[in-house]
């Protein structure tokens, strides 16, 4: 694994414009960057990262059927008790995920660590599936990179085959998210464009926009009814919605499910390292109070079960404190896990994302920043695999 310095296109910035990538930059600061990228060697894709991915899955697959069999594990990882038996039943009823992104600290040598599980509302999923892969072959075409270079990505093709095996086709799908956040709802017409190619027909409606008719079904803003949706909104927010008692008799089809509400917690850490003690890919983790914490001595990171993009976030290492953005997270609980190494190459700090599609790794992507925490607007790289 290697971070090379490579240079960027002089009119990149007009070519995601026009490939609907208008979120390169974010809050003013570059996000997009394609001044380095990171090469792989294809047995640190298949070893390192692909093997560990799916292997990763199956334990959460496990660890969710543990889960919905136990109210003492519900009441453990903050699952509010009037939903539990909600992703009890869409668990039991084997309602489909479509995809999921672990993170992982990695440096091309050793063992991927996982970091957490963006199990339920990943993002970058447009610049991993779509956009690098158009660097990679303008790159190639260019000569800044050999013929032969490969990417580990075929997410985009999966994303439309896993979408048209959910789904019968001409399916009617909603899609929804905030409609006024520029990279969620443009992550969203991505994911539009691909049910489009997979055959369905899609149809946004703004998260805020949704409503319950007199037979306690969801509807769109159009008094359609709602039988499918995509949301790109967090489980644990929809279950504090006025419509949070209505979920479960609405009849609709929720992408991700509402068992991901388990594996998009924090809290599936701690869980995870019970049962798979020492497991090579996972760091050592306990709830925030559990003496077993101790072991970890001053060298952890505190984490709130629900946060997103870093915030509040706690990062110690002996005398070296780092604290993520201010989020308001961390009412329902913590957990300590401890410090992973990071790839740390020219000052930069990355993070890997390891896609799931289905049941199959899928992709992979490189978030880099000065900081040891990973925030909404650290940089995100494209890579290749080295022929």
Request: proline share 4%.
């Given at each position: 694994m290697r971070r090379i310095?490579?240079?960027?296109?002089?009119?990149?910035?007009?070519?995601?414009?026009?490939?609907?990538?208008?979120?390169?930059?974010?809050?003013?600061?570059?996000?997009?960057?394609?001044?380095?990228?990171?090469?792989?060697?294809?047995?640190?894709?298949?070893?390192?990262?692909?093997?560990?991915?799916?292997?990763?899955?199956?334990?959460?697959?496990?660890?969710?059927?543990?889960?919905?069999?136990?109210?003492?594990?519900?009441?453990?990882?903050?699952?509010?008790?009037?939903?539990?038996?909600?992703?009890?039943?869409?668990?039991?009823?084997?309602?489909?995920?479509?995809?999921?992104?672990?993170?992982?600290?990695?440096?091309?040598?050793?063992?991927?660590?996982?970091?957490?599980?963006?199990?339920?509302?990943?993002?970058?999923?447009?610049?991993?599936?779509?956009?690098?892969?158009?660097?990679?072959?303008?790159?190639?075409?260019?000569?800044?990179?050999?013929?032969?270079?490969?990417?580990?990505?075929?997410?985009?093709?999966?994303?439309?085959?896993?979408?048209?095996?959910?789904?019968q086709r001409g399916s009617f799908v909603h899609f929804a998210s905030i409609e006024d956040h520029v990279e969620d709802r443009q992550t969203v017409r991505y994911l539009e464009d691909l049910a489009s190619q997979a055959g369905l027909q899609p149809k946004f409606v703004a998260i805020d926009k949704l409503g319950v008719d007199g037979n306690g079904r969801f509807v769109d803003d159009d008094r359609a009814i709602v039988t499918a949706i995509f949301k790109l909104y967090p489980w644990e927010d929809m279950f504090r919605e006025p419509y949070a008692d209505a979920l479960m008799r609405s009849g609709a089809l929720f992408i991700e499910p509402p068992w991901k509400a388990i594996l998009s917690n924090k809290a599936m850490l701690p869980l995870l390292w019970e049962r798979h003690p020492g497991h090579p890919n996972l760091l050592p983790a306990w709830f925030d109070g559990d003496p077993r914490a101790a072991g970890l001595g001053d060298r952890y990171v505190r984490k709130p079960f629900f946060s997103r993009e870093g915030w509040d976030i706690e990062l110690v290492d002996g005398a070296d404190r780092q604290e993520g953005p201010k989020g308001g997270y961390g009412e329902e609980g913590h957990i300590r896990q401890g410090l992973a190494t990071l790839s740390r190459l020219d000052g930069h700090y990355a993070v890997i994302g390891s896609w799931i599609v289905g049941e199959e790794a899928a992709g992979l992507s490189v978030r880099e920043d000065r900081s040891r925490i990973t925030r909404n607007v650290s940089r995100f790289l494209p890579h290749y695999i080295e022929g």
């Open positions: 310095a490579i240079g960027e296109r002089p009119d990149w910035r007009e070519i995601a414009q026009a490939e609907g990538f208008t979120f390169h930059y974010l809050d003013g600061e570059q996000y997009w960057d394609e001044r380095a990228c990171y090469a792989f060697t294809l047995n640190e894709i298949e070893r390192g990262i692909e093997e560990p991915t799916e292997e990763l899955h199956q334990m959460c697959l496990a660890l969710v059927d543990d889960v919905v069999r136990s109210e003492e594990l519900m009441e453990r990882i903050a699952i509010p008790a009037e939903q539990r038996n909600f992703i009890a039943e869409t668990w039991r009823w084997k309602s489909p995920s479509l995809y999921g992104r672990f993170d992982f600290a990695y440096d091309g040598s050793g063992s991927a660590k996982l970091l957490e599980y963006n199990a339920d509302t990943p993002t970058s999923i447009y610049e991993t599936g779509y956009y690098q892969w158009s660097w990679l072959e303008a790159r190639i075409r260019d000569g800044a990179l050999p013929s032969d270079a490969d990417q580990f990505n075929s997410l985009h093709e999966k994303l439309i085959d896993r979408l048209a095996a959910i789904f």
